[in-house]
C-alpha cells in the first residue's frame, strides 16, 4: 500500500548547522557548505537520523539582498553543489549573484548528504536483467539498511524546509531544473506560507512521473537529434558535413561505426530530393520519401550486418554516440559536438589522459548515480507497465544497444521497476496558496521535458508560461540573455508579461 503525504508541520526548534570545507566540486570562494541532521523517515522520527548537506553562495551586494535562492538541477540525482556554487558549470546572471543567496541542498542519499550505497550484489546476474528493481534496491539495502525507502521527492521538500528552518529564513524562492521544478513545486505545495519566487525550467509533466517521464524522451531525442542534424547542415560552410540533416546523419553514423564496428540505429531524419543517389533525382519528392519510409529498416538492417562481420561490436562501445546522447540536450554544445563529428576539434582527448583509476572511479560514480535515480523513480512511480514495450526494449537493449531508444523502452516496459513497487505517492501539486504566481519556461526543441506535456505543471501550479523557441533543456545560466533578463526581472518584481523567448538556435 502507498504510504500518504504527511501534513506539514512546523519544528519546534531549527536544527543546528555544522559548517565545513566545502567539496571539490564547489570553486566559488564566497561559498560556504554546511550540514544538519535530519529524520530518515518523518513520518516516523523515532527511525534515526540521516546528514543532509548543503551549499550557501552569499548575494554579493548584502545591501542589495532581495531574498534566498533554493536550487536544484534535475535527474533525479543532479549535485546542488554544482548547480549552486560552481560558475564553469552554470553561468548565473550576475543580477542574480548581486541580489540573492543561493543554496543548494544536496539531495539525500547523493554523496555531500548521507548517500546511499549499492555496491553489495543484490542477486545473481539473471536477477539483474529480469527483476532489476528489485536487484537494486537489495543491492543498496544491504549496504545502507533501512534507508532506501526514504529517497522520495516528498522528504527531499521536507529536507529543504529544515535548511530553510536551520538558515533563518522566513522564505526562500525556488530555482528548479527539470526534475527540480517538481522537487521545488512540492516544496511550494506543502509549504505556501514559506514561499516567494518559484522559478520552473523545463518543466515535466506529474502525472507522467515516472514510467511516463522516460518514455517521452524516446521521441524527444529523435527530434532533438534532427534538429541538430538539421543545424548543422544548414551551417554547412563551418562544419563541412552535408547540406541536408540526412547527409549530416550518415557522416555521424560512418563516425560511430568507425569507433563501435556497427552502425548506429537511431532513427535517420527525413531525406530530401538532394539525398537521392545519382541517377536518381527524376524520382523528386517521392523517392525521397520513400528513403525516408525505409530509413528505419535500413539501418536497423546495416547494424546487424556489421554486427556478423564483427562479433561482440556494439554501438555503445562508441564515444561519439555517448557524447551525442549527452550533449543534444545542451544547445550550447551544438558547436562543440559537431566539430569532434567532423574532427576538427576531439572531445574525448581529455578522456584519453584520464588514469585507469580516474576511469573506474568516474564508472563507479555513474553507477551509484544510475542507482540512485532508479531507487526514487520506483519509489514513486505511478504509471503503470506497458508490456507492448518489451519487445523494443529486449530489442534495443540486448540485441543492437540503441541509447535512445533502450532506456525510454526500460521504464516504459516496467523492466525498471520489475521485482518492486513503489512505497509512496507524492502530494498533487498544488500552486494556489502562493502569493506570487510561478514563472515557468519550456522549449518547443526539449528532448526531456517534451512542450507538448508542459501545460499540466502550467495548470497546476497557475503559472505564468513563457515559451522558449527553439532546442535544448534547461534555459536559465545557460547562455540565453533573453531567458536571464526574465527572469531577472520576474525575480525583482514577481510578474512577467512576457510570453516566448528565443532559442540558442
Known sequence: MLAPPVAAQAQDSSPAITW????????LDNA?????????????????????????????????????????????GGDAYLYAANDQAFAWPEEIRQEWDFVGVQPRGLPGS?????????GNMFDAMVNMGAYIRNSCEKSTPGYTNSLTTENTARDWEMVRQALGEEKLSVMGLSYGTFLGSTYATLYPEHTDRVVLDSAMKPSAAWNGILASQEAGYHNALHDFFGWVAENNATYKMGTTPLAVYERWSRVVAREAGVRPTA?????????????????????????????????????????ALNPGANQTYSVTLSLTRGLIPIATE??????????TERLDETAAELSTEELQQQQA???????????????????????AALPAYVWSNYVVGDVFTAPPAMFASGAACNGRGPITKNPTLNGSGLEV??????????????????GEMARQMNSHVVTVHGPGHGHVAAGNEVVDDIVVDYLRTGTTSVNSAPGLH
Not at 54 to 63: C, G, I, P
Not at 273 to 286: H, K, R, V
Not at 437 to 454: C, E, K, M, V, W
Open 20 to 27: 565545513e570545507e566545502c567539496p571539490a566540486q564547489v570553486n
Open 32 to 76: 560556504e557548505c554546511g550540514r544538519i541532521d535530519v529524520p530518515t523517515y518523518y513520518s516516523n522520527p523515532s527511525a534515526g537520523n540521516i546528514s543532509v548537506g548543503f551549499v550557501r553562495v552569499k548575494a554579493l551586494d548584502q545591501s542589495a539582498k532581495r531574498g534566498v535562492l533554493f536550487g536544484n538541477p534535475g535527474g533525479p
Open 114 to 122: 548521507t548517500p546511499v550505497e549499492c555496491t553489495a550484489p543484490g
Open 267 to 307: 532513427l535517420p531524419p527525413k531525406a530530401k530530393i538532394g539525398d537521392l543517389p545519382p541517377g536518381l533525382e527524376f524520382a523528386g519528392q517521392p523517392g525521397a520519401d520513400i528513403m525516408t519510409a525505409t530509413g528505419p529498416l535500413r539501418v536497423q538492417a546495416e547494424n546487424l550486418r556489421d554486427s
Open 334 to 343: 551544438w558547436d562543440a559536438l559537431a566539430k569532434h563529428i567532423n574532427g
Open 365 to 387: 560514480q555513474l553507477l551509484q548515480g544510475q542507482s540512485f535515480q532508479n531507487l526514487v523513480i520506483c519509489n514513486e512511480n505511478t504509471v503503470p507497465a506497458d508490456y
Open 437 to 454: 504566481r510561478p514563472l515557468q519556461i519550456n522549449a518547443t526543441g526539449d528532448p526531456q521535458t517534451p512542450y507538448r506535456y508542459h
